[in-house]
C-alpha cells in the first residue's frame, strides 16, 4: 500500500494543492491570436497577389519517358546476376516444362481457400512471380531483382521455389526481374 501524503504538517515547504478541473463554459482554454485582422486587408493582398488569366499556363505532367532510378538499380542488378555463371540449381530449373509450373501453381492454389480472382487476366508465370514476391520468408522484395532475391534466399538455405527460379531464367529480358509491390511503392 502507498504511503499517505500528510497535508499542512511540515510550514518550512510551500502548499501544493492541486485546482480543480472545470469543464464547463467559464475556463475554456483557447489558442492565443495575433488579433482580428482586418476583411478589406486580405482582399487587397489577393488582388495584388492574383494574376490575370491570360498569364496562368497550365501544369503538364512530365512526358519524358525515362525508367525510374529504382527501376534502374533493379536492372543493373538483373545484368550483374545474368553474367554469373550457370549454377546447379540454374541447371535444374532450365528443365522445368510448362506443366511442371502448371503443377506448382496447382498446389499453391490448393493451399487457399479462397481463389485469387482478381489475377484472372495474369499469365501463369506473372501470378508465380507475384506470389513470391508477397512471400516474406524469402526477405524483402523491394529495391533488389527478383534473380538477385531467389539467389540471396537459397543462399541462407530458405528453400525458395526452384519453379521461380525457371520463370526467370525463361525471360531472358528484364521486364520480370522488378518485384510488381516495387513498381506500386515507386
Known sequence: MPPTRRRGGNTSTPSRSQSTLSFGSQSRVTKPSTGPVSTARKTKDLEKDSLPV???????????????????????????????????EDERAKTITQDDLRKYWGREQAKRRVPRVHQESLSLEEKILRHFDLSSQYGPCIGIARLKRWRRANMLNLNPPIEVLAVLLQDEGDTNQRAYVDELMS
Open 54 to 88: 491570360s498569364l496562368i499556363t497550365p501544369v503538364e505532367p512530365p512526358t519524358d519517358e525515362k525508367p525510374h532510378i529504382a527501376e534502374l538499380v533493379v536492372r543493373e542488378q538483373a545484368k550483374a546476376e545474368a553474367q554469373q555463371p550457370l549454377s546447379e
